[in-house]
């Protein structure tokens, strides 16, 4: 028993004394660290010391003997030991630093004061060449880059260089430049177009810039071009490439097909730009150029309800404006089969002034016809209550625009088939040869009441509670939080229409009952009230479509005014196709399409009407269960 006592306490004093020595160890190590860090913390700051008072001194024979010591303490290490050189590479960068501050202020002094160098600048620069050769080096070649960009004029630089390029051999580098002055100033003109188009971010256009002047300069402005073309290529790969997918995704295809054709060019061996261009191809065709009338066909909200609809005790009155979801599906089916193709109806209209509108010709695929569509009053007032049509568009957490409607039952639904612009994406979707680069339709808003079935101001909100009281239902009434939730609301569903490629156009705040009889001072509100209320939501708008049709005439001063707040495309009414221009506006008769129409116009060069009928309006809005066609 004792001798296992006595063996334990013979483990224990082993395990003390191990513990002890290890401790002792790891403190002589840190201290032997602690050591060599604080000697070479003390040589590296008296090297620095003696550095700085050497050149305080302009004793440069011994200071670049000093920097000499040290370069050559790196250059002896071997590769296994450079991480040792740490210490030896920061005294040279302290001493390039040293050194780098005076270069600048000489040549700052050169250049903004006139200044010529003393002798003893020129000593200073010949003795200590090893440093200063790069960096005087390098500064010529940041002014040749500056002229060649136009921070700097001709005289400045032709002076600077006249009093560095004699000192040591700085020559080397200054006279070639120096002789190449000229030759930098003729480029002058395609690189500023080159920077300005990657200023813009049109990353093709500066690289196309910039190759065309690798065509005609060699030196400098060659060597120049070819570093901005790789450093441009850096910039635009990834937003260009998620610009192009986005656009395939919104069935832009000749928009993607160039974007990425010149890609492919740039980037000859990328496969993800390969892939995408090939996409894009499949769903191109051959086009041609149209001049001529283009038809626009004009529907209202869609009954998507028909049981509401046509059970209304007043019903055939309000229900002559509309048609129904399965008759705007149909006429989609007869006017693709037609061979019409969706065109955007800002197209024909050259805008890049302000003062005058340019004639244009129209681009659209080979056998195609030209259509465009348009959604009137999308606002969803109280006065369509009972309609058997949507109440309002939202989002859904896809970024989907989607319409709801109230069932006579009381029940929400929401969906994209209740509204023509669920519809209509929908079944560009299934046919994106319907549409040419993806573009929808014209969505014409009002203001009096909503904007897409949101109260979004005070006016509005007054409107709306007046309406409600007339109509003998409950008194609504908003908050301003509420007012500003529906704003939001309404800046997000536009958004999603128009990266959808659907446009907008203003149908007047007040939705006029004949905009050409109100006078100037009435169209001056009324539009300074759309542009604060309604457009501020939407964002640019240039369109006006005039409710029912009843226009106002181009060089009317009303007219002359609406140009002076951006609208320069007007909608009128129609029973056929008109498109012309007019003095910095261009003009399109809509051809509204809804039951009344239908049953007293010819519309067969669209579609047949005997085919696109719905049956609900001969059956109380009833299928064989009763159910709502929508």
């Known amino acids: 028993m004792n001798y296992h006592e006595s063996s334990r306490h013979a483990v224990s004093d082993r395990g003390y004394f191990v513990a002890a020595a290890i401790c002792a160890v790891v403190m002589i190590a840190v201290g032997i660290c602690f050591y060599v860090i604080t000697t070479r913390q003390e040589e590296r700051d008296s090297k620095i010391n003696e550095f700085k008072a050497c050149m305080s001194q302009e004793d440069y024979q011994r200071a670049i003997e000093i920097y000499r010591s040290v370069q050559d303490d790196v250059i002896s290490k071997s590769p296994e030991d450079a991480a040792k050189a740490e210490n030896e590479l920061n005294m040279l960068q302290q001493m390039e630093t040293i050194v780098g501050e005076r270069v600048e202020s000489i040549c700052s002094n050169i250049r903004y004061e006139r200044y010529v160098p003393s002798s003893s600048d020129v000593e200073f620069l010949e003795q200590m060449q090893e440093i200063t050769s790069s960096l005087v080096s390098s500064k010529f070649n940041d002014l040749c880059e500056e002229f060649l960009l136009g921070t700097i004029e001709k005289p400045d630089i032709i002076f600077i260089f006249n009093q560095l390029s004699p000192i040591s051999n700085f020559s080397a580098t200054a006279g070639p430049l120096l002789r190449e002055i000229d030759y930098i100033e003729t480029a002058k003109g395609d690189v500023r177009n080159a920077e300005d188009a990657f200023a813009q971010k049109d990353y093709i256009s500066a690289v196309k810039s910039y190759r065309g002047v690798l065509g005609q300069y060699e030196g400098f402005v060659h060597s120049y071009s070819e570093n901005r073309i790789d450093e441009i290529k850096e910039v635009m790969y990834e937003p260009l490439i998620n610009e192009c997918e986005h656009m395939l995704e919104r069935y832009r295809y000749y928009s993607a097909e160039k974007v990425l054709s010149d890609m492919a060019e740039i980037f000859p061996e990328d496969d993800i730009i390969n892939n995408a261009l090939l996409e894009a191809t499949s769903h191109t065709m051959e086009t041609t150029e149209y001049k001529g009338h283009i038809p626009v066909l004009c529907v209202r909200d869609l009954i998507c309800d028909t049981y509401t609809a046509f059970q209304r005790p007043q019903s055939g009155s309000d229900n002559d404006y509309y048609i129904t979801v399965n008759e705007f599906r149909a006429i989609l089916e007869e006017l693709y ?42 606002t969803y007032g109280m006065a369509t209550v009972g309609d058997g049509v949507c109440s309002r568009l939202t989002l859904n957490d896809k970024g989907e625009v989607l319409s709801e409607y109230v069932t006579s039952d009381g029940e929400v639904r929401s969906g994209r088939d209740y509204e023509a612009v669920g519809i209509l994406d929908g079944f560009v979707a299934n046919h994106p040869d319907f549409s040419f680069d993806g573009v929808k339709g014209v969505i014409a808003v009002s203001g009096f009441e909503s904007v897409f079935g949101y109260v979004i101001s005070r006016s509005e909100a007054d409107y709306r509670l007046k309406t409600s009281e007339s109509m003998g239902l409950d008194p609504v009434s908003y908050s301003d939080d509420e007012i500003a939730s529906n704003c939001k609301t309404v800046t997000n569903i536009a958004a999603a229409l128009k990266d959808g490629g659907w446009q907008f156009a203003s149908n007047t705040y007040a939705f006029f009952n004949s905009a050409k009889k109100e006078n100037l001072e009435s169209i001056k509100k009324d539009t300074e009230q759309w542009l604060t209320e309604v457009g501020s939501l939407l964002g640019d708008v240039c369109m006006i479509s005039y409710p029912n049709g009843n226009y106002i005439p181009g ?76």
């Open 555 to 630: 060089s009317d001063e009303r007219a002359e005014y609406l140009k002076t707040k951006g609208f320069r495309v007007y909608f009128g009414t129609g029973t056929d196709p008109y498109t012309t221009y007019g003095y910095n506006y261009l003009y399109y008769d809509r051809i509204m399409v809804s039951s009344w129409t239908l049953a007293r116009y010819d519309f067969r060069a669209f579609f047949d009407k005997t085919k696109i009928a719905d049956p609900a309006r001969s059956s109380d809005g009833k299928g064989s269960s009763g159910e709502t066609t929508g």
């Open 337 to 378: 089969a037609n061979d019409y193709v969706l065109v955007d109806a800002l197209a024909y209209a050259g805008m890049e002034s302000d003062t005058y509108m340019v004639e244009q010709p129209l681009t659209i695929p080979v056998g195609k016809k030209p259509l465009i569509i348009m959604i009137d009053n999308l």
